[in-house]
């Protein structure tokens, strides 16, 4: 019964609905969910962990950074967040996809610097 009110306790908060929503594109650095919230790693690191604790999201570390992606190893997990992605709008994630996009394609090509809230997010390879 835990594991379930764990489950939806996580669903319940928009940022960790906006995080899931960004990582239904596939697996993504700390940095760059960093990047597109706009805000600042600590807070994104806490909301990553409720997720995870709750079986929603899994993580590789690579180097000193660590990736996520959506675990869907479990059956009711994998539809519960179908499920939940398909009703959640794309409207308020538009801007967290344009702000990932703008800092993916800047990771490829520079050093992946941007800023967010006006101070740097840096993330690098290895």
Request: proline share 1%; net charge positive; charged share 35%.
């Amino acid at each position: 019964m835990q594991e379930l009110l764990n489950t939806f306790k996580a669903l319940s908060d928009e940022t960790r609905l906006r995080i899931l929503k960004l990582l239904e594109r596939g697996e993504l650095c700390v940095c760059d969910i960093v990047a597109a919230l706009d805000m600042i790693q600590p807070k994104v690191s806490f909301h990553l962990r409720i997720l995870k604790e709750a079986g929603l999201i899994k993580d590789r570390k690579q180097g000193k950074w660590i990736h996520y992606t959506i675990d869907d190893s479990d059956m009711f997990t994998r539809f519960l967040i179908l499920s939940v992605l398909e009703k959640s709008s794309t409207d308020g994630v538009r801007e967290d996809k344009k702000r990932l996009d703008a800092f993916l394609k800047n990771k490829k090509t520079k050093t992946g610097v941007a800023a967010v809230k006006r101070k740097a997010v840096y993330c690098g390879e290895g």
